[in-house]
């Protein structure tokens, strides 16, 4: 066991994968010699040398392509793409090759890849280096969809996309690298499509992703601290698959659902397990689903204006007490 | 690599020089009747309501697939785009498949899941035809970059029309091929159109893919794409250098679309006289006019004819006869456990 920083977290699950497998390759911008802008890539090139961690020029299509084409032919590529509103420079590969080639080829064609990128915001970066692009990506049938909160989860469900014979999404959040957390030692893999019920409580679910899950830990604690309200709190963890029994289940248990999205508010997440939820568990529900959501705005860059937008334990304590009128 | 310098449509001119062998000869032949037959007949299909969709045929442009498949060997990769049927047939792949799934059947390639634009046949080297602009080029480099990385001596080879060398993705996979020196050799069919508006209209130089070659470092190529011989030879010398560990190539192989950009679009952009000065050139002309400067018998090119006109024939009434696709592959492939489950 030993306690690692979400960043370093990143660079460990990849090594796993690449020590293990020969034919699991890297590239990405400034991933190698640089160690990764975020410095979650340090030393993968020294370990495992230039022909498996490559710099690529600032060419996004060209990485996405690269990862498509050598997937298709027996590699296991893992592809960087630097901040994930770039995702918007690279999207027919996203939409349209990564996720449609198995089907449209009725069969034929694989795609075994995965795109890890640094996803939303709190870094004061503004409205082009902060999105929570989840939903971009959610839309889309054939991809599958990943956003870890923990150190543990980077290594686990890093492990679980890079062995998943689909084409994965894997959002790395920036506001989270420099966080820590326990990590045992040896080889650790999780499961794809899995959510995680990280506080159990009986008054109402709580459901988060990615940073979202910290603030909502933090607001369930004030909740019950100050106004007796037992939250529980699912971390999501895979948005496609969606592990929707984990959140029907705990539904049936407490009898009201809050989500927790950092993403703009049209067709976040969120919506589709609201949808789910009065579809399926209607009668379980003693009170409206509530999304607690970023505002639908592009996202201002001053710190002040930032935090401002973004759903803080404050307002998720606010919206519950409200909701639950206690 | 000889640079053969494009030019008026003119006699067919490669020479007697017997690099090519009989047998590759009739083969390339085969291969560009087929393509013919089969798009023609695709045409008539068409417009008997059978072809459904869209299609874009290669009707004009048989010697660059001919030519390019011809000097391939197993194992090489061909990356299409929605200009494609010509290049799935060069590598082997029955007409059946091919019609069927531009009539959207069940015996399609694809049994009508992917359709006249998405031409798949992984065990032919097909790997896709891709209907967005430039798409392919990024992922034939991936499919070299795989090859390098393994050793592999297969080339990944991608065709694309002349309007695909605007697009980002093309400049993008240029220089990304010519950095990392990759196998990949990426062919410019330049049949003058985009889809209606001509290439030159809207193109800063002369030659839309050649003159951009010397920003990646890469030789200046341009082919005669209507005759078969020069295609093949160029190809030939692309795939050595590639093979060799010398990195991609860049061809551009000046040709004409007899048809229209797609479906039975007229074409009426095309000023009087252009189709037919074409025509003069038409690469199956040209080729049956080489076999006969061989000394091929007229007797062996007729029969080469009427076999493949008997194996489109038939596969027009097999496809005719094949039922639609069952309603139970709607949900199939979508993930790689076969299904379609984003949820438990």
């Known amino acids: ?326 | 690599m000889a640079t053969v310098k494009d030019r008026a449509p003119g006699p067919a001119d490669s020479g007697l020089n017997d690099d090519i062998g009989e047998n590759k000869r009739l083969q390339l032949y085969r291969t560009q009747v087929t393509i013919r037959e089969a798009e023609q007949r695709a045409f008539d299909l068409f417009l008997q309501n059978l072809v459904k969709g869209t299609s874009h045929l290669s009707l004009g442009q048989e010697a660059v697939a001919a030519g390019f498949a011809g000097a391939m060997i197993k194992g090489d990769l061909s990356f299409c785009t929605y200009r494609g049927h010509a290049h799935t047939l060069a590598r082997g792949v029955p007409v059946e498949k091919v019609l069927g799934e531009l009539m959207q059947r069940d015996n399609g390639l694809m049994r009508g899941k992917g359709g006249s634009m998405h031409l798949t046949s992984v065990e032919h080297g097909v790997m896709g035809s891709y209907a967005i602009i430039g798409a392919h080029l990024p992922i034939a480099c991936g499919a070299a970059w795989r090859a390098q990385y393994k050793g592999a001596k297969d080339v990944s080879v991608c065709f694309f029309g002349d309007g695909t060398t605007n697009i980002g993705a093309f400049h993008e996979a240029l220089n990304f091929a010519a950095v990392w020196k990759l196998p990949v050799i990426f062919v410019c069919e330049n049949n003058l159109y985009m889809e209606y508006t001509p290439i030159a209209d809207v193109t800063a130089v002369e030659h839309p893919a050649a003159d951009r070659a010397s920003a990646y470092g890469l030789e200046r190529i341009v082919i005669d794409g209507n005759d078969a011989d020069a295609v093949y030879r160029t190809a030939k010398t692309a795939y050595d250098k590639a093979r060799a560990g010398n990195g991609p190539s860049l061809i551009e192989c000046m040709t004409y679309r007899h048809s229209g950009h797609s479906r039975a679009d007229p074409a009426k952009y095309r000023p009087e006289g252009e189709l037919e000065r074409w025509k003069q050139r038409d690469p199956i002309k040209i080729y049956r006019e080489r076999l006969l400067q061989f000394g091929v018998a007229e007797k062996v090119i007729a029969d080469i004819d009427a076999s493949v006109r008997k194996v489109v024939d038939d596969a027009t009434e097999a496809c005719k006869a094949a039922p639609n696709p069952p309603l139970d592959i709607i949900t199939t492939d979508v993930y790689a456990d076969g299904g379609w489950a984003w949820r438990n």
Not at chain 1, 19 to 37: H, I, M, N, T, W
Not at chain 1, 137 to 162: E, F, N, Q, R, Y
Request: charged share 25%.
């Open chain 1, 1 to 326: 066991m030993a306690e690692l920083t979400y960043r370093d977290a990143v660079a460990r699950g990849i090594a796993q994968e690449m020590a293990r497998d020969p034919d699991v390759v890297f590239l990405g911008e400034d991933v190698a010699k640089a160690g990764g802008v975020f410095k979650s890539t340090v030393g993968l090139l020294e370990q495992f040398g230039p022909l498996r961690v490559r710099d690529t020029p600032i060419s996004e299509q060209a990485i996405m392509g690269a990862a498509m084409g050598a997937a298709m032919t027996g590699l296991k590529p893992i592809a960087e793409i630097m901040f994930s509103d770039f995702f918007a420079v690279c999207f027919d590969y996203i939409a349209n090759e990564f996720p449609k080639s198995r089907y449209m080829s009725n069969g034929q064609v694989k795609c075994p890849l995965v795109v890890r990128t640094g996803n939303g915001a709190g870094s004061r970066f503004g409205a082009q280096h902060s999105q929570s692009v989840e939903n971009w990506c959610m839309m889309i049938p054939g991809l599958k969809v990943v956003a870890p909160s923990t150190p543990l989860d980077v290594i686990g469900l890093l492990a679980a996309a890079v062995r998943d014979p689909d084409p994965v999404i894997f959002l790395e959040h920036k506001s989270l690298y420099a966080t820590k957390g326990e990590v045992p030692d040896g080889e650790i893999v999780d499961t794809l499509g899995t959510a995680k019920i990280v506080r159990p409580g009986k008054d109402c679910t709580i459901i988060a992703l990615a940073l979202m899950v910290s603030r909502a830990l933090e607001a369930a604690e004030k909740l019950k601290a100050e106004h007796g309200v037992d939250c529980e709190v699912i971390d999501v963890r895979s948005l496609v698959p969606l592990d929707t029994q984990t959140i029907l289940g705990s539904v049936a248990k407490t009898h009201r659902l809050f989500t927790v999205e950092e993403n703009p508010r049209l067709c976040g997440w969120g919506a589709e397990i609201v949808s789910i939820v009065a579809d399926e568990a209607f009668y379980d529900l003693d009170g409206p689903p509530v999304r607690i959501t970023t505002p639908h705005i592009p996202l201002p860059a001053a710190d002040i204006l930032e935090d401002a937008v973004l759903p803080t334990p404050d307002r998720i304590v606010d919206t519950v007490r409200r909701s639950l009128g206690s």
